[in-house]
C-alpha cells in the first residue's frame, strides 16, 4: 500500500484538481468526505492531509467540521481557502466576514522568504483567490507568511507542527507559484518521496480488483469508447476470464465501428466479448420519435434490456465494471449531500446496477481523462483506442435531429467519415478534441449540374477543449473546411449544403442533440 495522501473534501469546486496536482508531483492522493475519521484512515499510511476549500463559510453555526483527531495526528497539514479557516478556527483564531468577497487574481506579496513554503518562490507573483471570509488573528505558534492587498493572512504556517495554509487557490493554473507551493509542502515540509507513477496505479488497482471480486464473474459493457476499454483490461488483467465484456451493437455507431471494437478487444486485447447485434431492436424503438430526450430515455432502457439479458446468461455475475472518470462524477456542491455522488444522467449505463442488484466497480473514479489515457498506453492499448476522440453513449441519435431511420443514419455515418478522414489527415494545433457530422432536419434548395435540388444540410462542429465541460469552436483552416464541404456535398447522395458550427460552450452544447 502507498504513502496516500488524503484530501479532505468540502465540496470545493477544485477539489480533484488539487488530488491531480499531488499525482503529478508523483505522490498517490485520495478525496474523501471532510468528515472522514482518522480512525478510519490511520491504517492507509497517511503522509499528509489536505482540507480543500468548500462553499461554506467556517463562521457559520454547523459548518462543516473535521476530525479533530486528524489536527492532532502529528502527521502535516495543508489548508487551502476553507481548509485554513478552519485549522485557524479550530486553533482559535480569529476571522471576519469581508464586505466584500475577493475573488479572482490577486498579487501574493511572500512575507516569509526564509519559510520552506516558498522556498525557491518570488517575493511577488499572480494568485487566485475565492473567499467571503478572512483570519485577521493567527492561531497561536503560527506566522504569516504571504499577503495580498485585501487579505492580510494569505499564508499562514507553524513549521514546528507542519501545519500550514494558503487563502489563495495553489492548485489552480492561474496560481503562478502554486506547483511549486505544493512541491514545497509535500516534499520540503512533509518530507514525502515521489515514488508513484501510473505503472503503480495500475498494479495497485489490480491487486485491489483482485480481492473484491474473490471467485465472482464480472460483466462490463464495452461502448468503444477509451474509458470502458482501459476500465476493461485493467480488470481483464486482474481477473481474466471471470470479466466477460459485453458489446451492444444499437445500430447507432459510427461507420465500421461495430466491426473494429469486436476485433481490437477480441483479436488483439484477447478479452472475453460478448457481440449483440441488436441494430433492429433499437431502430424499430426509435421510429417515429423526434425528442432527443425520449430518444436518450428510450435507448438507455434498450441498452439495459439487452445487457440484462445477455449477462443473465452468465452464472455468479455478482460485478459490474464502469469506466466511470472523475469529471463524470457530479460533486455535489453543498456538503451536505456529500454522499451523493452522483453520475451525470446522460451517462451511459446509469441504471444497470440497480436494475441488475450489482455491486460497481470503478477503476477510473479518480481520474482524469488524459491520466486514463496514459493508464491504457501502461495496458498496452492500441494508440488508435487511447487516442479515440469521446463519442456520446447514444451514438448518433444525439447527431441526427429528427426522426432517425436507416436512410439518415447511413447519411449521417458518411458525413462523419468525411470529416473524421479530413481532420485527422490534417497537421492541426491544437488538434480538436472532438469533430463530427450533425445531420440537421433542415432542407435547402441548391443547383447542381443544371437541375435544382432541395436536400439536406449537413453541419460540421469541431471543437477544442479540455474536458468537454466547456468548449471552443476550433478555427480550422478556410481549406480544410472546404475540402470537407466540398467532399460532402459531392461523394454523399441527399446533401446539397454544408454549415460549419461557430458557438462555443456555454451557451451552446458540444452535441447538438
Ligand atoms: P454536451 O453535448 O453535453 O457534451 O456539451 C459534452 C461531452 O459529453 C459527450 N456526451 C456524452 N458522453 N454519454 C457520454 O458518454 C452521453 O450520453 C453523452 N452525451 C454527450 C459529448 O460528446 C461531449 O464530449
Redesign the pocket.
Given at each position: 500500500m502507498p504513502a496516500t495522501v488524503f484530501v479532505l473534501d468540502f465540496g470545493a469546486q477544485y477539489s480533484q484538481l488539487i488530488a491531480r496536482r499531488v499525482r503529478e508531483i508523483g505522490i498517490y492522493c485520495e478525496i474523501v468526505p471532510y468528515d472522514a475519521t482518522w480512525e478510519s484512515l490511520k491504517a492507509r499510511q497517511p503522509v499528509a492531509f489536505i482540507l480543500s476549500g468548500g462553499p461554506e463559510s467556517t463562521l457559520v453555526e454547523g459548518a462543516p467540521d473535521c476530525d479533530e483527531a486528524i489536527l492532532n495526528s502529528g502527521v502535516p497539514i495543508f489548508g487551502i481557502c476553507y481548509g485554513m479557516q478552519l485549522i485557524a478556527r479550530k486553533l482559535h483564531a480569529e476571522l471576519v466576514p469581508l464586505a466584500k468577497a475577493e475573488y479572482g487574481p490577486a498579487m501574493l506579496h511572500v512575507d516569509g522568504a526564509g519559510d520552506p513554503l516558498f522556498a525557491g518562490a518570488p517575493l511577488e507573483s499572480r494568485v487566485w483567490m475565492s473567499h467571503g471570509d478572512s483570519v485577521v488573528k493567527l492561531p497561536e505558534g503560527f506566522v504569516t507568511l504571504a499577503s495580498t492587498e485585501r487579505c492580510r493572512v494569505a499564508a499562514m504556517g507553524d513549521a514546528g507542527r507542519k501545519i500550514y495554509g494558503t487563502q489563495f487557490h495553489p492548485e489552480v493554473a492561474h496560481t503562478q507559484i502554486g506547483r511549486a507551493v505544493l512541491d514545497n509542502f509535500l516534499h520540503g515540509i512533509a518530507g514525502i518521496v515521489s515514488d508513484w507513477k501510473m505503472e503503480s496505479f495500475v498494479e495497485r488497482s489490480i491487486a485491489e480488483i483482485r480481492e473484491k471480486v474473490g471467485e465472482a464473474n464480472v460483466i462490463c459493457a464495452l461502448?468503444g469508447?477509451v474509458?470502458s476499454a482501459v476500465a476493461a483490461t485493467l480488470v481483464s488483467r486482474a481477473i481474466g476470464r471471470q470479466l466477460t465484456c459485453i458489446f451492444v451493437d444499437h445500430g447507432l455507431l459510427r461507420k465500421n465501428e461495430a466491426e473494429q471494437v469486436v476485433k481490437a478487444f477480441r483479436d488483439v486485447l484477447h478479452l472475453n466479448v460478448i457481440a449483440v447485434d441488436a441494430r433492429k431492436r433499437f431502430l424499430d424503438k426509435l421510429a417515429g420519435i423526434e425528442d432527443p430526450e425520449r430518444k436518450?430515455i428510450i435507448i438507455g432502457h434498450e441498452f439495459i434490456a439487452v445487457f440484462d439479458e445477455e449477462a443473465a446468461k452468465i452464472p455468479n455475475v455478482q460485478f459490474l465494471v464502469q469506466g466511470t472518470l472523475y469529471p463524470?462524477v457530479i460533486e455535489s456542491k453543498t456538503p451536505d449531500s456529500k454522499a451523493g455522488h452522483k453520475i451525470?444522467s446522460?451517462?451511459?449505463v446509469g441504471g444497470l446496477p440497480e436494475k441488475m442488484k450489482l455491486a460497481l466497480i470503478e477503476p477510473l473514479r479518480a481520474l482524469f481523462k488524459d491520466e486514463v489515457r496514459e493508464v491504457g498506453r501502461v495496458l498496452g492499448l492500441p494508440e488508435a483506442i487511447v487516442e479515440r476522440?469521446?463519442?456520446?453513449?447514444?451514438g448518433l441519435a444525439?447527431r441526427i435531429i429528427g426522426d432517425i431511420t436507416e436512410e439518415r443514419l447511413a447519411l449521417v455515418r458518411d458525413a462523419d467519415a468525411i470529416v473524421r478522414a479530413e481532420i485527422d489527415a490534417a497537421i492541426l494545433d491544437p488538434k480538436p478534441?472532438?469533430y463530427f457530422a450533425v445531420l440537421t432536419p433542415v432542407k435547402s434548395v441548391g443547383v447542381m449540374g443544371d437541375g435544382r435540388t432541395y436536400a439536406n444540410l449537413v453541419a460540421v462542429r469541431a471543437?477544442t477543449?479540455e474536458d468537454?465541460?466547456t468548449?471552443d469552436w476550433a478555427r480550422l483552416p478556410h481549406e480544410l473546411l472546404e475540402r470537407i464541404s466540398t467532399r460532402i456535398v459531392n461523394e454523399i447522395q441527399g446533401v446539397n449544403r454544408v454549415a460549419y458550427d461557430i458557438t462555443s460552450?456555454p451557451p451552446?452544447?458540444?452535441?447538438?442533440?
Open positions: 461502448s469508447g474509458d436518450r463524470d451525470k446522460h451517462h451511459n476522440q469521446p463519442f456520446p453513449g447514444p444525439v478534441w472532438q471543437i477543449s468537454g465541460m468548449a460552450k451552446a452544447t458540444v452535441e447538438w442533440e
